[in-house]
């Protein structure tokens, strides 16, 4: 029997994205867990079992703030061909994105106050639908920047008028 | 702020030092020769005077209880209710003329402009290669004074400021622009008849919608409070405790009686609403672009340029589909999904209808949107409706398992009702809530795995999909620009994936859902040759993911 599958893209992010994630995530979780502990002090008797319960929520927040970012550093692929954009993401749900280069309205690069401190920077192409913007997540500085440069480039090559 | 193609500017001084010139003008509404700039048409005066009257019937609605409060004669009461007439009259007329003087438009080779604005001066413009869309809308007031309220707009956003608009000009000018701003010939106009004309006998369609039921109830509950306030509170609620001691007194007559009651005159209402509506209603297939006309009271005239047209969608609400109706609507790039007061969404092109005679006229719109006739072959999948591709069983499994939580929960509250309840006949017929909750979600699992569908025409993808509303969508190839394929974690369990065609039209994507893994790909695929192509893999190798 034959199959038909969707080859993985050939691009990873910048292996740095671990690292940003994960203080993204940290940011996120770490007041969670701080939350829950502070609350556990301040408003109960104390009784061991929620200790416990409190206790393994803290440190499954902090361990999903750890793995989390490996995980999705694991599937988020990129590709840029001649033709199109391609993308795939996503850990339980995989979504692959695929954007033709003559419909590319604009290529946006952006880069967060965090993210500046890796030297990392994302790239946002937009096509004319609005369920359609393609975003490659988490690259060097330096191939975010030319990727921007060759996209506009091949962009204004195509012709019409990308709706 | 700035749309493209449209200047906006604040006037400066000098340019409103200009008006005054124009203001002497013998010719009162007509053409202002001087530079090409003209006014709107003079009757609107007669117009906005006719609807302040509305304004002063509210106004001595509320003046009148007001003095009867403090005990004042009838005569008092006449004057002042006649002197506040006049001076909303008065005011409303004076706003309009100021508003008349300051507003001038003209058209040039090049361009529409628009000069307007009492307090701030603006001048808009509009480049007539851009114009994509002029609409004509009167009510009945306008109507009786042949004026119309014309919108150009160039299609581009669904924003304001892409749009202008003349409120009012007579209506032979506002035709002889619209032909002039969308370059027709009248001879050329309608060549081939009608694409679609109005059948009375549609409107047995018009009550099979939700509001049918409860239209009446809210339009009573919207009354109450207005009658409460122009002191009518006794009779209101007198009337209420009537009829709720009535209810109380013959529950088994009361009640059915009621519910008849309500239901016809939701009917009635629905009837009444389509009749405005879709009165006269009119499709034309004008060289490059569509023309619908429609409204008994208010009429409006919509063009839709064909190069914006991606697609149809075919919608059939659950109501309108066991009657054995549909509706079609357009996918069109820079619509907006409701206009402002308007009951009808932008994108329908016609009443709900008999399904034979959607799917004719969907198919023959879709067909108009090819530059050549040997589109038609494409618009034949959509016309056979039953040449969709149905999607695996995995589908319904899908469906039916997701259908099986609601139930326990349902099942569940119910236990704890029957449990704890104090009165005796709930706890005997509390069971009959999970029961029937489970019997529809089963079918409305089996009926959703049922409607999923799809199709490669020629020029079109055609996808179905719903319960509720069971849409069908034919979007043109051409038009999709991008495809986003998800495959969620029991998805991929069960072989199946969503395939999503994202376009610059209507809601901006649509979806296969829940297609067989390989059809789903092979599918986008072919759909728009050589754009997924290049990363697909196919074998027997198994490629890892």
């Excluded at chain 2, 010939?185 to 099979?208: N, V």
Aim: proline residues 5%; contains cysteine.
């Amino acid at each position: 029997m034959s199959t038909t599958m969707l080859r993985p893209p050939r691009n990873q992010a910048d292996p740095r994205v671990i690292p940003w994630w994960t203080v993204q995530w940290l940011l996120l979780m770490a007041p969670i867990a701080v939350a829950a502990v502070a609350a556990y002090w301040i408003f109960t008797e104390h009784p061991l079992w929620l200790g416990a319960a409190v206790a393994v929520f803290a440190v499954a927040c902090v361990v999903l703030a750890l793995v989390a970012p490996r995980a999705y550093y694991r599937v988020e692929r990129w590709e840029v061909t001649g033709e199109a954009v391609y993308t795939r993401k996503g850990w339980l749900t995989h979504t692959w994105r695929v954007a033709p280069m003559s419909r590319i309205q604009r290529v946006d690069t952006a880069r967060g106050p965090v993210q500046r401190l890796f030297g990392l920077a994302d790239v946002t192409v937009t096509t004319a639908s609005s369920a359609g913007a393609v975003k490659i997540e988490g690259l060097d500085r330096a191939v975010a920047a030319e990727l921007a440069e060759r996209l506009t480039a091949i962009t204004q090559a195509t012709p019409g008028d990308a709706t | 702020m700035n749309a493209p193609g449209l200047r906006r500017q604040d006037m400066s001084a000098p340019d409103a030092g200009n008006l005054p010139g124009h203001h002497r003008d013998p010719q009162g509404s007509a053409v202002n020769t001087q530079a090409g700039w003209r006014r709107l048409a003079g009757r609107s005066l007669w117009v906005s005077g006719a609807k302040s009257l509305a304004l002063v019937a509210g106004a001595a609605a509320g003046l009148t209880r007001f003095l009867l409060g403090q005990d004042w004669q009838a005569g008092g009461i006449v004057a002042a209710c006649a002197g506040a007439a006049v001076l909303i009259v008065a005011a409303v007329l004076a706003y309009d003329l100021a508003r008349l003087r300051t507003t001038r438009w003209r058209l040039t080779p090049e361009r529409l402009e628009l000069r307007s604005g009492l307090t701030t001066r603006q001048h808009r413009s509009l480049p007539r290669d851009r114009v994509r869309s002029v609409d004509l809308r009167a009510d009945p007031i306008l109507r009786i004074f042949g004026l119309t309220v014309v919108k150009v707009g160039t299609g581009e956003h669904a924003g304001d400021h892409t749009e202008l608009k003349l409120d009012p000009l007579v209506r032979k000018d506002a035709e002889t622009l619209r032909r002039t701003l969308l370059h027709q010939d009248e001879e050329r106009e309608a060549r081939d008849g009608p694409l679609a004309e109005l059948r009375w006998s549609w409107i047995r369609y018009a009550p099979l919608s939700v509001w049918t039921f409860t239209a009446s109830a809210l339009v009573l509950g919207a009354l109450y409070k207005p009658l409460n306030a122009i002191g009518l509170k006794s009779v209101t609620s007198r009337v209420a405790n009537d009829l709720w001691g009535w209810i109380a007194a013959q529950p088994l007559t009361a009640v059915p009686l009621l519910l008849a009651v309500n239901l016809s005159v939701g009917a009635l209402g629905a009837a009444l609403l389509f009749a405005e509506s879709w009165g006269r209603y009119r499709l034309e297939h004008e060289p490059g672009r569509l023309r619908l006309r429609r409204g008994l009271l208010t009429t409006r005239s919509l063009t839709l340029e064909v190069r914006r047209l991606r697609g149809v969608e075919i919608s059939e609400p659950l109501l309108l589909r066991l009657g054995g109706g549909a509706r079609v609507k357009t996918v069109a790039t820079g619509l907006g999904e409701k206009a402002r007061n308007e009951t009808e969404d932008a994108a329908a092109l016609a009443p709900p209808l008999p399904r034979d005679l959607a799917w004719r006229l969907a198919a023959e719109v879709a067909s108009a949107g090819g530059a050549h006739p040997a589109g038609v072959p494409g618009s034949r999948v959509i016309a056979g409706g039953t040449a969709l591709i149905p999607h695996p069983r995995a589908a319904r499994r899908r469906r039916v398992v997701r259908a099986l939580p609601a139930t326990a929960l349902v099942a569940a509250a119910a236990g704890v009702a029957s449990w704890s309840a104090p009165w005796p006949w709930v706890r005997a017929w509390v069971w009959l809530i999970p029961v029937v909750v489970l019997v529809a979600g089963m079918w409305g699992a089996v009926e959703s795995a049922r409607n999923l569908g799809h199709a490669l025409g020629a020029r079109h993808l055609v996808s179905r999909r719903g319960v509720v509303v069971r849409q069908t969508v034919a979007l043109d190839r051409k038009g999709i620009s991008g495809w986003t394929i998800t495959e969620s974690y029991f998805q991929r369990r069960s072989g199946l994936l969503t395939v999503s065609a994202t376009t610059s039209a209507g809601r901006g994507h649509y979806e296969v859902v829940d297609v067989g893994r390989e059809t789903g790909l092979e599918l986008a695929s072919r759909a728009v040759p050589g754009l997924l192509e290049p990363f697909l893999v196919r074998g027997t190798t198994v490629a890892k993911q």
